[in-house]
């Protein structure tokens, strides 16, 4: 996203009508490809939600078995929910460029 926050920078700082003509359609590249890196993001998370769900069977199948397997369920949910968060933010981050760039 280095090379999209540049653009942006180029596109504040440019005043003039017809130069913000010309940086209309790299604009709109810029918004393509961030469009199909959020569709990515969205995958990724739809992916770790199954593997919760996976996770979530797991341990109603498993509710009396040996305190180990429990904690080794709940290191997965933790790793998990970080990635969560981690692909939230980022998904979040590409959105506000995205807006920026319509705009």
């Given at each position: 996203?280095?090379?999209?926050?540049?653009?942006?920078?180029?596109?504040?700082?440019?005043?003039?009508?017809?130069?913000?003509?010309?940086?209309?359609?790299?604009?709109?590249?810029?918004?393509?490809?961030?469009?199909?890196?959020?569709?990515?993001i969205n995958s990724w998370r739809e992916e770790l939600n199954a593997r919760l769900k996976a996770i979530d069977t797991e341990w109603e199948e498993n509710r009396d078995s040996k305190p180990e397997?429990?904690?080794?369920?709940?290191?997965?949910?933790?790793?998990?929910?970080q990635l969560l968060g981690y692909f939230g933010r980022w998904s979040a981050q590409v959105q506000e460029r995205i807006v920026q760039l319509s705009i």
């Open positions: 996203m280095p090379r999209a926050d540049a653009f942006l920078v180029e596109k504040t700082a440019t005043t003039s009508p017809l130069l913000r003509l010309q940086l209309f359609e790299r604009g709109q590249e810029w918004t393509e490809k961030l469009m199909a890196l959020q569709k990515k397997e429990h904690g080794k369920l709940l290191g997965l949910l933790e790793k998990h929910c």
